[in-house]
T-cell receptor, first 114, second 111 residues
């Protein structure tokens, strides 16, 4: 059974640019949640996708957007990057689309915005 | 956005001792309270979780105590081991599948 994978591992961008992060969910899972984890802080919920539809969103601006594909992999897109977007971006997959289902986290993508 | 307050920020415990981490929440709509363990370079991993209809849940050396009236919950790690050294996060799940995490506790277990 393959776990949750994320790509790329590290990424450096400049302010104003756009970035796409990718996540492959664990086999059998149909739900992907994205989190932003600033250094020394807990993860903050960005949004969740369940069976290709957005299924909940945290307090992030519209320049954070996402997609889920028919194979349940997912993308996180961030437009007009700001310095404060520098963080570890985590995705977590689960089965069932509710908070009660155990989420399995990937290792994250470290984004640095200069 | 943080609605879950976690303490202490860091904790040092001797091998064999008890580690206790506390969390408090504000939103009474929260109805799912998991604890996560995170090692450096890894994503968080679910350790144990509780719902507010019970006051305690135990799994091996890990116990969650939950006080609904005080809106507080805690993680107890019995017989702490050096391998338990990690960062621990409490979280609370509410409406909209929005999981709110505490700021984390860095636990060091000294041999």
């Amino acid at each position: 059974e393959t776990g949750v994978t994320q790509s790329p591992t590290h990424l450096i961008k400049t302010r104003g640019q756009q970035v796409t992060l990718r996540c492959s969910s664990q086999s059998g899972h149909n739900t992907v949640s994205w989190y932003q984890q600033a250094l020394g802080q807990g993860p903050q919920f960005i949004f969740q996708y369940y069976r290709e539809e957005e299924n909940g969103r945290g307090n992030f601006p519209p320049r954070f957007s996402g997609l889920q594909f028919p194979n349940y992999s997912s993308e996180l897109n961030v437009n007009a990057l700001e310095l404060d977007d520098s963080a570890l971006y985590l995705c977590a997959s689960s089965f069932g689309g509710t908070k009660y289902n155990e989420q399995f986290f990937g290792p994250g993508t470290r984004l640095t915005v200069l | 956005q943080q609605q879950v307050k976690q303490s202490p920020q860091s904790l040092i415990v001797q091998k064999g001792g008890i580690s206790i981490i506390n969390c408090a929440y504000e939103n009474t709509a929260f109805d799912y309270f998991p604890w996560y363990q995170q090692f450096p370079g890894k994503g968080p991993a679910l350790l144990i979780a509780i719902r507010p209809d019970v006051s305690e849940k135990k799994e091996g050396r890990f116990t969650i105590s939950f006080n609904k009236s005080a809106k507080q919950f805690s993680l107890h790690i019995m017989d702490s081991q050096p391998g338990d050294s990690a960062t621990y996060f409490c979280a609370a799940g509410g409406n909209n599948n929005d999981m709110r995490f505490g700021a984390g506790t860095r636990l060091t277990v000294k041999p």
